[in-house]
């Protein structure tokens, strides 16, 4: 792009730009309105014992078909839901049915099954979240003694504003939810922030999973990632498995825990059914614990 003068400013313009600002307004334009459309929905990708498959719980994640744009990837829409404050209305609808699916999935006998929910930290942060998630936890009935609902919340997101969320999730942490740190090893959290927070469990970034047979830097990450949760005493889970090799490498690390494509991909309810189906008498036998 060239430059002109405005003003006595220096404005630089990149035709791209004029591009990118024109479909960050008209997704923007298109989201409000998206749910009362029905543009939206949730699928599910389950998580597994790495050694057995066995099912223990079911990642919710949120699907955007738009009917000028078609599918809309949660990378590309997130940020202006965030950004404009509608991740708040998207997000309660997410956690109401996410919630409502575990029920229903535990009432159809798989009793130990857990649910996580991705979370903004702008939802994490808006006053009165703590309520909501009280209100929709008494409206579904979850047993704060065996509750099925874990929130995820991004490690960078985390180390923005450590004091005000430790203190959000230690109100979460009281109903009796669990919190598991997203993309672990991409947000550079200290050891002492780590301590401080209230988290139950690492995840740790598919990136780092998906370079572990390729590059022995990746599998020194990942291996001091399995000490630190160990010396922690946080769960561990593997995200975006997609290899037998990536599988093996990880419980040979100490990891027992993952989700990945070599599983299952995330998928609407009804496809998902047939996955807990064979899994189903595995997590009868209360052999799944919680991770
Ligand atoms: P995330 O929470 O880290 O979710 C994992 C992402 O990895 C998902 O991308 C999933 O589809 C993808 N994935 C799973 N297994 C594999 C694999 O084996 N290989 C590869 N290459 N990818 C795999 P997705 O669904 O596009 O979501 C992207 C991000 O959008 C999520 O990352 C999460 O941060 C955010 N997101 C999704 N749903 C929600 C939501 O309801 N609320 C909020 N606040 N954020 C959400
Ligand atoms: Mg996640
Ligand atoms: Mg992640
Ligand atoms: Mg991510």
Not at 125 to 149: C, K, Q, S, Y
Request: with cysteine; aromatic share 6%.
């Amino acid at each position: 792009g060239g430059a002109a003068s405005h003003a006595g400013r220096c404005v630089f313009y990149a035709p791209e730009m004029d591009e990118q600002v024109r479909e960050y307004q008209m997704l923007d334009n298109e989201l409000h309105g998206a749910l009362e459309r029905g543009e939206m929905a949730l699928h599910f990708q389950p998580i597994v014992h790495l050694d057995s498959g066995e099912v223990i719980g079911m990642e919710a994640l949120l699907r955007w078909h738009n009917r000028r744009f078609g599918p809309v990837a949660p990378d590309r829409f997130i940020p202006i839901a965030e950004h404009s404050g509608l991740i708040r209305t998207l997000g309660d609808w997410v956690l109401d049915t996410a919630c409502a699916q575990v029920v229903r999935w535990r009432e159809r006998g798989w009793r130990k099954l857990a649910m996580s929910v991705n979370l903004s930290v702008r939802q994490l942060l808006a006053p009165g979240f703590d309520e909501r998630v009280r209100e929709i936890v008494m409206t579904h009935r979850l047993d704060p003694d065996d509750m099925p609902l874990v929130l995820e919340v991004t490690e960078t997101a985390v180390i923005e504003d450590m004091e005000a969320v430790s203190a959000a999730l230690d109100r979460l942490k009281r109903l009796g939810i669990a919190v598991h740190l997203d993309d672990f090893g991409t947000g550079y959290a200290s050891l002492s922030y780590l301590q401080q927070l209230p988290v139950d469990a690492l995840k740790i970034d598919k990136s780092f999973v998906q370079s572990l047979e390729s590059d022995p830097v990746a599998e020194n990450l990942v291996r001091s990632v399995i000490v630190l949760a160990q010396g922690l005493e946080l769960a561990l889970v593997a995200e975006g498995v997609e290899t037998p090799g990536q599988r093996d490498k990880l419980m040979e690390l100490g990891c027992d825990v993952g989700q990945g494509y070599l599983f299952a991909r995330p998928q609407p309810v009804d496809a998902v059914d047939h996955v807990l189906a064979d899994s189903l008498s595995s997590v009868q036998s209360g052999r799944a614990e919680r991770y």
